[in-house]
């Protein structure tokens, strides 16, 4: 069974440029997020999805993030126009069952450097 | 706001030595969950105690939570160069987010 993937792996841009991510969750899982990496920083939540609708938008950092499920299968995570602390680890993580049930997938992230 | 939060942020030993990690968290939980990041990977899911467990073992790893103390610990015992990666804690937040902590690198020398 395919794992997460996300795409791209890498990807290092200039401030004031357009980024968007995508993720791909195991086949089968409803629930989508995205969490992010800060250099020397904790993992921090943006948001959740079910199916194609935002349950859980509260961690997203600002109005140049914004993150869409169109269908209810892949996500993408658009940052426009990206900033230098934008710069870190982005993944995205599936799960079948929601809550404490929910064992959450991780992708390999994407790592944006913006430079 | 940061929930878990690991202790020590590095920890450096030899092969076949035990390692230990440390977690410490603020609010209650329903169960807390150990992850590893090997370097430009993405996060694996090592093991899961719930808020009622008090230990869980899984091969050479061993989780203890004190819910009293708000804490945490992982036993990598008889380590191996291959464990060498981040670990970090996460705990259920309200909502179905996990609140991670910084993480302690590991470096296991052959």
């Known amino acids: 069974e395919a794992g997460v993937t996300q795409f791209p792996s890498h990807s290092v841009i200039e401030k004031g440029q357009t980024v968007t991510l995508r993720c791909d969750p195991i086949s089968g899982h409803d629930n989508l997020y995205w969490y992010r990496r800060v250099m020397g920083k904790e993992i921090k939540f943006l948001l959740h999805f079910v199916k194609e609708s935002k349950q859980d938008e509260s961690g997203m950092p600002n109005n140049r993030f914004l993150a869409e499920r169109t269908g209810g299968t892949y996500s993408t995570l658009k940052v426009q126009p990206a900033e230098l602390e934008d710069s870190g680890v982005y993944f995205c993580?599936?799960?079948?069952?929601?809550?404490?049930?929910?064992?959450?997938?991780f992708g390999p992230g994407t790592r944006l450097t913006v430079l | 706001s940061q929930q878990g939060e690991e202790d020590p942020q590095a920890l450096s030993i030899q092969e076949g030595e035990n390692a230990t990690m440390n977690c410490s968290y603020k609010t209650s939980i329903n169960n807390l969950q150990w992850y590893r990041q090997n370097s430009g990977r993405g996060l694996v899911h090592l093991i899961l105690?719930?808020?009622?467990?008090r230990e869980k073992h899984s091969g050479r790893l061993r989780v203890t939570l004190d819910t009293s103390k708000k804490s945490s610990s992982l036993l990598i015992t008889a380590s191996r160069a291959a464990d060498t990666a981040s670990y970090f804690c996460?705990?259920?937040?309200?909502?179905?987010?996990?609140?991670f902590g910084k993480g302690t690198s590991l470096l296991v020398t052959p």
């Open positions: 996460a705990t259920d937040a309200p909502g179905y987010a996990l609140n």
């Open positions: 105690i719930r808020s009622n467990e």
């Open positions: 993580a599936s799960s079948q069952l929601a809550g404490v049930l929910g064992e959450q997938f």
